[in-house]
């Protein structure tokens, strides 16, 4: 397994696909990261960690004694094989996923136990040679592979202990922990990497390596078998090209889908942007009030724990929580004094407006045409357009109707002057409980004093 299938969580704050955000945005920063060089700390950790496995690989050929003489030709197929799936990459949870498994099993059964973890280093650098050759990836990446071959090192330990014997079923339980080894050096060798260059801890990178190390063992079980005739047959193992091959026919699929998805999350951003456009144009009070509500709304999802995709909803729903004021008279918007009754009953309208506005654009943006239509609810269901109350609003607009009204406070209006930020502050905690939801309010402050500021302050 490469170690491109293992990326940092991505940040929540960022607009992401109308699919899975954590995995598919991991995707599209995996793809970017190919392209580029090492940073001097990448660099770093793939010389401890490349130079530590070399060390480890060169203590392993001279301890485990040899018991299989395959011929140079052999050695050489495995290594080609192994080159050519690992330059097949399914993209998939959270990055690149390659079936190199179904190689390296055989090439436990079939090479001599010592050379493994070389040969397995040997396929993932002419793999790189090939993608550079194609323009695919910076050949200045290639000491990664490095760093991924750790994998091979615990199988090899197992199996040596073992007594490096023939294949048979009855040892399954010596296999078992031959592929537990496998996945422990691997989070090992990666979460080591990932802390020297990016400074990511090892915890927020147990989820997303557990994920692929499920696939690997599923890919595990369908390779004994071709283990089995390999051993036999060592040509065997060109058996596995045509699963292989239908593989990439569905990595292909799967990537042209991303693509896909990609061009359309940019559409759906640039649609939405768009019409805040529209809006500040029609107001410039609350094109600056928007940008304000964004930031505050997606830092008080991110001090909340949301999701990535209730993240990114929090962010649509910020950006165009006024997009219904396109609707509203512009003289009674900019009113110098107090509304009268008809005038507040159209104003409250707006929100009614900006559903049915996204509901006509439809897709991600008509999804969250319910969160705007909710923006203006009260946690003591006093608020417009529905009356709701407590948990009965989404949480999105509960959070938006929070950092809209402290944007609105602190915000000098035709009818009155800004309030102080501490001031406002004061007035989001004697309302907790009334008009906003007492956690988000918590929240926010949190994030106000930390220093997530007003953007005119």
């Known amino acids: 397994m490469a170690l491109i299938e293992h990326q940092a969580p991505p940040n929540r704050g960022q607009l992401a696909l109308p699919f899975d955000p954590d995995a598919d945005e991991a995707v599209g920063e995996h793809r970017s990261e190919l392209a580029r060089g090492l940073t001097p700390r990448e660099r770093l950790a793939a010389l401890l960690i490349g130079g530590s496995f070399l060390a480890a690989a060169g203590a392993l050929s001279s301890t485990i004694p040899a018991h299989r003489f395959p011929s140079l030709g052999v050695v050489a197929l495995y290594v080609l094989v192994y080159a050519l799936v690992s330059r097949m990459e399914f993209e998939v949870l959270t990055g690149a996923h390659v079936p190199t498994q179904l190689v390296l099993v055989p090439m436990l059964f079939v090479l001599p136990l010592h050379i493994v973890p070389l040969a397995v280093a040997a396929g993932l650098m002419f793999g790189s040679v090939l993608d550079w050759a194609k323009r695919r990836t910076s050949l200045e990446r290639a000491p990664l592979n490095l760093v991924s071959s750790w994998h091979a090192v615990g199988p090899v330990l197992v199996l040596g202990l073992a007594g490096d014997g023939l294949l048979a079923w009855a040892q399954w339980p010596v296999y078992a922990a031959a592929l537990l080894a496998q996945f422990a050096l691997e989070i090992a060798s990666v979460t080591a990497y990932e802390r020297i260059a990016r400074g990511t801890a090892p915890t927020t990178l147990l989820r997303h390596l557990g994920r692929s190390q499920l696939v690997d063992a599923a890919l595990a079980l369908a390779a004994l078998g071709l283990a089995d005739e390999a051993e036999r047959n060592p040509y065997a193992l060109l058996l596995s090209l045509p699963f292989v091959w239908l593989l990439s026919v569905f990595a292909r699929e799967r990537h042209a889908r991303i693509d896909n998805a990609l061009e359309l999350s940019a559409a759906y951003r640039g649609t939405a942007l768009l019409l805040g456009d529209i809006v500040e144009a029609d107001d410039a009070y609350t094109g600056l009030h928007t940008?304000?509500?964004?930031?505050?709304?997606?830092?008080?999802?991110?001090?909340?724990?949301?999701?990535?995709?209730?993240?990114?909803?929090?962010?649509?729903?910020?950006?165009?929580?006024?997009?219904?004021?396109?609707?509203?008279?512009?003289?009674?918007?900019?009113?110098?004094?107090?509304?009268?009754?008809?005038?507040?009953?159209?104003?409250?309208?707006?929100?009614?407006?900006?559903?049915?506005?996204?509901?006509?654009?439809?897709?991600?943006?008509?999804?969250?045409?319910?969160?705007?239509?909710?923006?203006?609810?009260?946690?003591?269901?006093?608020?417009?357009?529905?009356?709701?109350?407590?948990?009965?609003?989404p949480r999105v607009a509960r959070i938006v109707m929070c950092c809209d009204a402290l944007s609105a406070m602190t915000s000098d209006r035709s009818y009155r002057r800004a309030l102080p930020l501490e001031a406002a502050l004061d007035e989001l905690r004697a309302n907790a409980g009334t008009q906003f939801d007492p956690a988000v309010v918590e929240a926010l402050i949190a994030v106000v004093e930390r220093g997530g500021r007003l953007s005119r302050e």
Request: charge should be negative; hydrophobic fraction near 40%; aromatic fraction near 2%.
């Open 291 to 393: 940008r304000d509500v964004v930031g505050l709304a997606v830092a008080v999802a991110d001090q909340l724990g949301l999701p990535a995709a209730e993240t990114r909803d929090t962010e649509f729903a910020a950006l165009l929580h006024d997009v219904g004021k396109i609707r509203v008279p512009s003289e009674i918007i900019n009113k110098p004094g107090a509304l009268t009754p008809q005038e507040r009953a159209i104003i409250e309208r707006h929100t009614i407006e900006g559903e049915r506005m996204l509901k006509q654009v439809g897709g991600l943006l008509g999804n969250i045409g319910h969160l705007v239509r909710s923006c203006h609810e009260r946690w003591d269901g006093r608020g417009y357009p529905d009356g709701l109350a407590g948990e009965a609003i």
